[in-house]
């Protein structure tokens, strides 16, 4: 870790800061003693492997049965490798760093951490899923029009990304290279920045904020018209079966705010490191490990093909062992 000296103006001279040309963080570790870090590297490769496998027979079924090759199956496929994506950005290293009792990442590791969990978990895709749930009950002439708002989702968490990561990342750093989190996050990072050099990322932070409050009162908006198009259906069995196709949705639209809100409103007066950590572990691995059993669970076409899936695989698996006991 290299010195620079930085000058600043304040209000009795001139004075100077070090500002630090740092190569490598320090992460906060899980635990003090080797047996509870074995533990929670037990832990995490549970849910990781639990998150891969539900991710990944929800992406195999989607792209494996036509049936289910619609707009809403499609931002279901893309949910889960979003999904998949964020998990493996953070999780692979916090189980890396409490098997070998480790707390350090580099510098650019850090920044690619970063940018990749900014991009994948944004807010947009889960709005326009919410828009699609609307044109599918509410227009559902114009249904089928909807995959050019996947590449908007897309294009707007990448700008997003890449914006607040090369914004975080020229600040000149002041206060060590200590993070008091288990993976990189800005908050942390501007709590090392030089005094008053790191006010652009508040803004651009409040800008993102305004962004994400206009993406939740739009998916709020959208189920107010799904409820009054809802109640306006005479059947009450047609209700149901209609209203059904949102609750998926709906669950983990409320799993995704409740847990962020949670992480980020909390009093301060109920901070702590420690606290932090079990929180934004919550809200970073609760909403990708379960995401694929409130569809799985609420779906009965997603059921159906995961069923027929996992049957075609065991039936494949029967007869390439009964060809290779007959050849021998």
Not at 87 to 115: E, V
Not at 170 to 175: A, H, R
Not at 313 to 326: G, L, M, P
Request: with cysteine.
């Amino acid at each position: 870790m290299k010195f620079l000296q930085r000058k600043s103006n304040n209000f009795e001279g001139i004075s100077w800061e070090i500002a630090y040309s740092i190569t490598e963080f320090l992460l906060l570790p899980f635990a003090d003693t080797q047996g509870l870090q074995l533990l929670h590297f037990w832990l995490f490769l549970g849910i990781y492997l639990a998150a891969l496998l539900g991710n990944g027979l929800i992406i195999t079924a989607i792209a494996c049965d036509h049936h289910l090759h619609t707009p809403m199956y499609f931002f279901l496929l893309n949910l889960s490798i979003l999904d998949l994506g964020s998990i493996s950005t953070t999780l692979p290293k916090a189980m890396d760093n409490s098997l070998w009792g480790k707390r350090d990442i580099s510098y650019l590791g850090c920044s690619s951490q970063l940018f990749f969990f900014l991009f994948l978990t944004g807010f947009s895709l889960l709005t326009v899923m919410s828009y699609d749930r609307y044109v599918a009950i509410c227009k559902p002439l114009h249904y089928g029009t909807l995959l050019g708002s996947r590449a908007s989702a897309w294009g707007s968490a990448l700008l997003n990304s890449f914006l607040h990561t090369a914004n975080t990342f020229s600040l000149p750093l002041c206060q060590g290279n200590v993070l008091d989190q288990f993976f990189c996050e800005i908050p942390q990072i501007l709590k090392l920045s030089c005094s008053h050099s790191y006010l652009r990322e508040v803004g651009l932070i409040m800008v993102s904020a305004c962004l994400a409050f206009g993406c939740f009162v739009f998916t709020v908006v959208s189920y107010v018209q799904i409820f009054r198009a809802v109640l306006r259906i005479p059947s009450e069995q047609k209700q149901h079966k209609t209203f059904s196709t949102c609750l998926p949705h709906l669950a983990v639209v409320s799993l995704f705010i409740s847990t962020i809100m949670f992480a980020h409103l909390k009093s301060p007066f109920i901070s702590s490191p420690t606290l932090d950590v079990v929180v934004s572990f919550l809200y970073l691995v609760v909403p990708p490990t379960l995401n694929p059993l409130i569809y799985s669970l609420r779906n009965q076409e997603i059921k159906d093909a995961l069923r027929k899936l996992i049957t075609r695989y065991f039936s494949e698996t029967i007869n390439c062992s009964s060809s290779a006991a007959q050849h021998l």
